[in-house]
């Protein structure tokens, strides 16, 4: 019978598996850490970790930056601050009209 109720328990642990969290842009914006270490390996292994992935990375880190969701201590030198797109009154090939 003890048999029986420790296979049973094994069973239906192994038949769970494990939980992976979605990823939204809200929730990587709320959560810094994981938002950083997401970005670290988008920068070093982009083509393992995905056009999908690295896209979403991009956009919350833009929302944590352009909508204050940052501390005052979050962006310290110029080189921390994420890049600004390009002006729509530039051309393609950088030039000026």
């Known amino acids: ?21 979605v990823l939204t842009v809200e929730a990587l914006a709320h959560n810094p850490q994981r938002l950083y270490i997401l970005r670290h390996r988008c920068a070093v292994a982009h083509a393992r970790v995905g056009d999908a992935t690295c896209d979403l990375v991009d956009e919350a880190y833009a929302q944590r930056f352009f909508f204050g969701l940052g501390g005052p201590d979050e962006y310290q030198t ?17 030039t000026r009209p």
């Open 1 to 21: 019978m003890t048999r029986a109720l420790v296979l049973s328990v094994v069973v239906v642990l192994a038949a769970c598996g494990r939980y992976t969290p």
């Open 78 to 94: 110029l080189a921390s601050l994420p890049p600004i797109p390009a002006s729509f009154d530039q051309s393609d090939d950088g």
